[in-house]
Antibody
Framework: EVQLVESGGDLVQPGGSLRLSCAVS????????MDWVRQAPGKGLEWVGR??????????EYAASVKGRFTISRDDSKNSLYLQMSGLQTEDTAVYYC??????????????WGRGTLVTVSS | DIQLTQSPSFLSASVGDRVTVTCRAS??????LAWYQQRPGKAPKLLIY???TLQSGVPSRFSGSGSGTEFTLTISSLQPEDFATYYC?????????FGPGTKVDIK
């Protein structure tokens, strides 16, 4: 079955760190761009960042709000995507989704999403 | 950064109604726009990409149009399962941003 399953969400104190994982199944991870998108409680969607595929050397892009604090990585051999978060702030509280970039139309639209994992930043 | 606005932010409609949602970009984005549907408590689902291409498996009552700075999502005959929030997203240049969403509710 083609799916994405996030894990690692937790309650963390301001200034703390956390690593989220996204387990991939049913497709070849190395072929795809992969994104993280978050949604604060009761709010809209916010794009967090992207890792390109193997052919594009796994380079990354980030939203300004997380750049320098969050790092996206992947281990294709383990079929896993990661989001390392540090310097967490209360405004980082959200459900974090991993999403797959499709391979049509040249822009890698997000055609498959996981169910999300909740990160709560609070003292 | 490119900003997206959506109108309306909320609409109330009945089953069978024709519904149109508009997404406007702060600068031209060619046709690099997607539409997503999010039902309560669920992950977003891709409906349309490249402004007007229907994602596989999405019912044909959904359609998209537009280019440049103005785009529309149309549901030709609203069904009970279509009551949800709809987001546009541009993929023209980094950072990719989403619109604030349009909630479609039952009248």
């Amino acid at each position: 079955e083609v799916q994405l399953v996030e894990s690692g969400g937790d309650l963390v104190q301001p200034g703390g760190s956390l690593r989220l994982s996204c387990a991939v199944s049913g497709f070849t991870l190395s072929d795809h761009y992969m994104d993280w998108v978050r949604q604060a409680p009761g709010k809209g969607l916010e794009w967090v960042g992207r890792t390109r595929n193997k052919a594009q050397s796994y380079t990354t892009e980030y939203a300004a709000s997380v750049k320098g604090r969050f790092t996206i990585s992947r281990d294709d051999s383990k079929n896993s995507l990661y989001l390392q978060m540090s310097g967490l702030q209360t405004e980082d509280t959200a459900v974090y989704y991993c999403a797959r970039g499709g391979t049509v139309a040249g822009r890698h639209y997000l055609d498959l999403w996981g169910r999300g994992t909740l990160v709560t930043v609070s003292s | 950064d490119i900003q997206l606005t959506q109108s309306p932010s909320f609409l109330s409609a009945s089953v069978g109604d024709r519904v149109t949602v508009t997404c406007r970009a702060s600068q031209g984005i060619s046709r690099f726009l997607a539409w997503y549907q999010q039902r309560p408590g669920k992950a977003p689902k891709l409906l349309i990409y490249a402004a007007s291409t229907l994602q596989s498996g999405v019912p044909s009552r959904f359609s998209g149009s537009g280019s440049g700075t103005e785009f529309t999502l149309t549901i030709s005959s609203l069904q009970p399962e279509d009551f949800a929030t709809y987001y546009c997203q541009h993929l023209n240049s980094y950072p990719f941003t989403f619109g604030p969403g349009t909630k479609v509710d039952i009248k």
